[in-house]
């Protein structure tokens, strides 16, 4: 998989955690806040707002620095896992 897929992937999926997390902030069986700490999560690897915004926030509101501590562990689990996958093919 190239760095170009990658990113592309990477951006994809950050964006479909900010709009599934703005959905849950309606929808009573999805965790909104989750999903859009999850989001803000992924996006903040590639953009500065994202980056900046999630610092602000966690400096803000200490409850909230743990949640994002706690997404930042699963996007990086997430983002391992997906690099494994290309480095797969790459090899077979």
């Known amino acids: 998989m190239t760095r170009t897929l990658k990113r592309w992937l990477l951006l994809a999926v950050g964006w479909a955690f900010i709009i599934l997390g703005v959905a849950g902030l309606f929808l009573p069986f999805l965790q909104g806040i ?3 700490l999850i989001g803000l999560s992924i ?11 999630q610092q602000k926030l966690g400096a803000r509101f200490p409850g909230l620095g743990s949640r994002f501590n706690e997404a930042k562990v699963w ?13 797969d093919k790459a090899q077979s």
């Open 34 to 36: 989750l999903m859009l």
């Open 75 to 87: 996007v990086a689990t997430f983002l391992r896992r997906i690099a494994s996958l290309g480095s």
């Open 43 to 53: 996006l903040s690897t590639e953009y500065a707002w994202a980056h900046n915004l």
